[in-house]
């Protein structure tokens, strides 16, 4: 299998997390613009650019959480990261896509309010997003306090999903302490080898971040 992607993008961690959770073997292609032939190749396969992308033999799966799906479904004896319990695997696709429409996708619109010029930025869109972010905080915060996981007792997609958006949602929109037991979960992610690996393959280019990377993980 090879992964096209960068070590700095959060969707690229999200599928790194689960390769490195499960054992499977694959090649990563670095799109970074210092390896352009990576990138070239990425366009060539998948016109619209976007990472990661999969490639397993002749299929293609393009988007984090399909990639996830699939390594689920092809890796026989591997640990699963998605239950084979109906409910609990509704609940773990249910919390994936809440982490990255309502943490990942809002974080990113504070990010890119910071990559407009200073004619176009919209400070009202960057407080509804920081309020977006508090609300859904609070209810993390809530579920969590029950929770050793995203979804349960288990690692899952949905902790894959929620590594890189709270990494980076709180470098833009920092807990600060109001929410104690989301905190403490971002920590056990970052104590967890399979994230402290993407971690740190993204350390070589934090400069990359907009507004600057805050000194701490």
Known sequence: M???????????WKALIAFHEIGASFEFRNVDPSEPENGAELRRRWPIAKFPLLVDGDLQVMEA???IEHLDATQPG????????????????????????????VMQEIVNDRLRPDERKDPAAVLMARAKLDTIYAWLDQ??????????????????????SLFYADWVHPNGGRFPVLAHYRKRLLARPSVAKAVDGGRPYRHYFPGGAPDRD
Not at 2 to 12: A, D, K, N, R, V
Not at 144 to 153: N, P
């Open 2 to 12: 090879i992964l096209f992607g960068h070590p700095f993008s959060s969707y690229t």
């Open 78 to 105: 591997s640990k699963r990261l998605i239950p084979a319990e109906p409910a609990a695997a509704r609940d773990v696709r249910m919390l994936d896509r809440i982490l990255d429409n309502y943490v990942m996708n």
């Open 65 to 67: 959480t399909s990639i």
């Open 143 to 164: 579920r969590m306090a029950s929770c050793e996981w995203a979804s349960g007792d288990d690692f899952s997609m949905a902790d894959c999903a929620a590594a890189p």
